[in-house]
T-cell receptor, first 113, second 112 residues
Framework: DQQVKQNSPSLSVQEGRISILNCDYTNSMFDYFLWYKKYPAEGPTFLISISSIKDKNEDGRFTVFLNKSAKHLSLHIVPSQPGDSAVYFCAATRRGSQGNLIFGKGTKLSVKP | DTGVSQNPRHKITKRGQNVTFRCDPISEHNRLYWYRQTLGQGPEFLTYFQNEAQLEKSRLLSDRFSAERPKGSFSTLEIQRTEQGDSAMYLC??????????FGSGTQLSVL
């Protein structure tokens, strides 16, 4: 049973437009959420995170929104750039769980020039 | 480069052979993790060390898998009697805290 779900395997957007990647979770004990970006043949790279006490966290072009009642989070990238093309993984954990991150299956983002 | 380093990058082996992977974490990080990623899936947690102590192991880590971190610095992951189902990317990560993990580039294992 998947605790973290990314229901869109892929997403294609035009350069300069907004990319919205979605993630749903089922475990209400999760209280910390992260987004990682992965290029082929490389390990995942941390992008942005959010604690359950917040509903928004922003870092440059990247914003993560958390809706606890819906158990849903989203990553907004604006404006999207071709270099953003990668697989994006949503991950969740419970603080105090010693770093056992539960990952979704990822969404492959393609940003077209 | 002071990131997480993993060796080898690729390993091809025959079924039944033993393999060992090495991970060198970021030097000031006392937490070290092993994850496994198969095609089309996200990374899955295998095990976690704080310094030299192995504090948590996933049920995915069968008896054929063993991980060590003898001096609290580098770590090794050994798979004995490899099976085709062990083919995956093995990722090592380190962290100064328990939430934000820094991953290496992984070791891609192919079992023929």
């Amino acid at each position: 049973d998947q605790q973290v779900k990314q229901n869109s395997p892929s997403l294609s957007v035009q350069e300069g437009r907004i990319s919205i990647l979605n993630c749903d979770y089922t475990n209400s004990m999760f209280d910390y959420f992260l987004w990682y970006k992965k290029y082929p043949a490389e390990g995942p790279t941390f992008l942005i995170s959010i604690s359950s006490i917040k509903d928004k966290n922003e870092d440059g072009r990247f914003t993560v929104f958390l809706n606890k009642s819906a158990k849903h989070l989203s990553l907004h990238i604006v404006p999207s750039q071709p270099g953003d093309s990668a697989v994006y993984f949503c991950a969740a954990t419970r603080r105090g769980s010693q770093g056992n991150l539960i990952f979704g299956k990822g969404t492959k983002l393609s940003v077209k020039p | 480069d002071t990131g997480v380093s993993q060796n080898p990058r690729h390993k091809i082996t025959k079924r039944g052979q033993n393999v060992t992977f090495r991970c060198d974490p970021i030097s000031e990080h006392n937490r070290l993790y092993w994850y496994r990623q198969t095609l089309g899936q996200g990374p899955e947690f295998l095990t976690y060390f704080q310094n030299e102590a192995q504090l948590e192991k996933s049920r995915l880590l069968s008896d054929r898998f063993s991980a060590e971190r003898p001096k609290g610095s580098f770590s090794t992951l050994e798979i004995q009697r490899t099976e085709q189902g062990d083919s995956a990317m093995y990722l090592c990560a380190s962290s100064p805290t328990s939430e934000k993990l820094f991953f290496g580039s992984g070791t891609q294992l192919s079992v023929l």
